[in-house]
């Protein structure tokens, strides 16, 4: 068994963090599947031996044995190699947005928070101004000509963005007819963390 520690201390300073991370995650995949190949293959000879419990029944308690105790050490390498990095990462953020008045405002403020357990790369949050059936999409790269994203957030970092409306609605003055406006949040992959919207003047219809 130390033998196998010693070889497995040697495999992970060899591939490095992000492939033995790969390669784990395939071999915890693989484990499950021969355990539950056994269990069933147990379960099965336990039925035609009603109970009895012979030299094969102790040899496949054995391998069982074996097999646990390689999947532990493999856990215990993955944390003493790569502590910063929980067993079980979750993305998670926290998103408020705020403006400066009521109606009709002309600053909109966005904060957002890393909620998870892991360190998370932001990409250029999406800006939707929403009039129920229509919608103008635009992405955010900064404020003040200062350009911040993506944007590298650590666990517990906080970020705000202050958004200029008038800067919109220079560029098109339809926009101050949209009563609702949308801000979605993504990851570099693009998937999807989180949104928040609010409403910038009196609308019958809540949408």
């Not at 130390?2 to 492939?19: A, H, M, Q, Y």
């Not at 801000?183 to 949104?195: A, C, P, V």
Request: positive net charge; contains cysteine.
């Amino acid at each position: 068994m130390k033998r196998i520690k010693n070889e497995c201390k040697r495999l992970f300073s060899w591939v490095g963090e992000g492939l033995f991370s790969s390669i784990f995650a395939t071999f915890i995949t693989f484990m499950k599947k021969i355990l539950f190949l056994f269990i069933i293959f147990g379960s099965t000879q336990n039925l035609s031996a009603q109970n009895e419990v012979g030299p094969d029944g102790g040899k496949l308690l054995w391998l069982l044995l074996i097999l646990l105790a390689i999947i532990i050490i493999f856990i215990v390498l993955m944390r003493k190699g790569n502590k910063k990095r929980p067993l079980f990462s979750r993305e998670k953020i926290k998103i408020d947005l705020d403006k400066d008045r009521m109606y009709y405002p002309d600053y909109l403020t966005l904060n957002v928070k890393n909620a998870g357990n892991i360190d998370i790369d932001l990409d250029r949050p999406l800006l939707v101004f929403d009039n129920f059936w229509l919608k103008r999409k635009f992405r955010l790269s900064g404020t003040n000509n200062r350009v911040f994203y993506p944007l590298y957030m650590s666990k517990g970092y906080n970020h705000t963005l202050n958004i200029d409306l008038n800067h919109f609605y220079s560029y098109d003055k339809k926009l101050k007819r949209y009563p609702k406006v949308k801000i979605s949040i993504f990851n570099i992959k693009g998937k999807r963390l989180g949104s928040s919207s609010i409403y910038l003047r009196k609308t019958l219809i809540k949408f």
